[in-house]
């Protein structure tokens, strides 16, 4: 079964260090990852996502996000944090049902990321 | 170009009550999904809709229901409520295709007393 694994629930920076938040994922066969950024009391916002056409991908409000299959990983990176990426980022992996053409997301359980001034 | 609309924001209901929560996706999308998201599950997927035809569905039980429009609207109906049921409901629509976009509303807040 496909999944995505989230390390550390919560982390904390400095406003201007770099971001980094880990994905691992687990999938049988070429994964279609996805990182969602969620503001307090709001829906999820795309940040990004990687369909296999090239393995460093760029996204919305300067992050972005490497896929390594040998590592299994695809963490989201920012080189430079600001104030107002304070927020909780989700991973996800789309999943296609076998029979029907339908597909869903499995998330991962979430980073909450604190930025300090 | 308006973006998925979730009604209503918020609820109180009372255990045993049912509810009926909605969601108008963006225009030209056929697909709908809805997620329930609670602190301590997660994010859970709960079915997803297509031409008025449930395509996937979730690990929840049959009190959790829901619909499709011909024009795409989605209700989802939850029957019976228990306090668990108490969560964010997000809503998601996305255009035919696999592997495509999912764009969330803000989610309904449903809190069950």
């Known amino acids: 079964a496909q999944s995505v694994t989230q390390l550390g629930s919560h982390v904390s920076v400095s406003e201007g260090a770099l971001v980094l938040l880990r994905c691992n994922y687990s999938?049988?066969?070429?994964?279609?990852l996805f990182w969602y950024v969620q503001y307090p009391n709001q829906g999820l916002q795309l940040l990004l996502k990687?369909?296999?056409?090239?393995?460093l991908v760029k996204g919305i409000n300067g992050f972005e996000a490497e896929f390594k299959k040998s590592e299994t990983s695809f963490h989201l990176t920012k080189p430079s944090a600001h104030m107002s990426d304070a927020a909780e980022y989700f991973c996800?992996?789309?999943?296609?049902?076998?029979?029907?053409?339908?597909?869903?997301?499995?998330f991962g359980k979430g980073t909450k990321l604190t930025v300090n001034p | 170009k308006a973006g998925v609309t979730q009604t209503p924001r918020y609820l109180i209901k009372t255990r045993g009550q049912q509810v009926t929560l909605s969601c108008s996706p963006i225009?030209?999308?056929?697909?709908v999904s809805w997620y329930q998201q609670t602190p301590g599950q997660g994010l859970q997927f709960l079915f997803e809709?297509?031409?008025?035809?449930?395509?996937n569905k979730g690990n929840f039980p049959g009190r959790f229901s829901g619909r499709q429009f011909s024009n795409s609207r989605s209700e989802m109906n939850v029957s019976t409520l228990e306090l668990g049921d108490s969560a964010l409901y997000l809503c998601?629509?996305?255009?035919?295709?696999?592997?495509?976009?999912?764009?969330f509303g803000q989610g309904t807040r449903l809190t069950v007393v």
């Open positions: 998601a629509s996305s255009l035919p295709g696999i592997h495509t976009e999912a764009f």
């Open positions: 999938s049988s066969v070429p994964p279609y």
């Open positions: 990687y369909t296999s056409a090239a393995t």
């Open positions: 996800a992996v789309s999943v296609p049902k076998t029979q029907g053409g339908s597909e869903k997301l499995v």
């Open positions: 225009s030209g999308h056929r697909s």
């Open positions: 809709y297509f031409s008025e035809t449930q395509r």
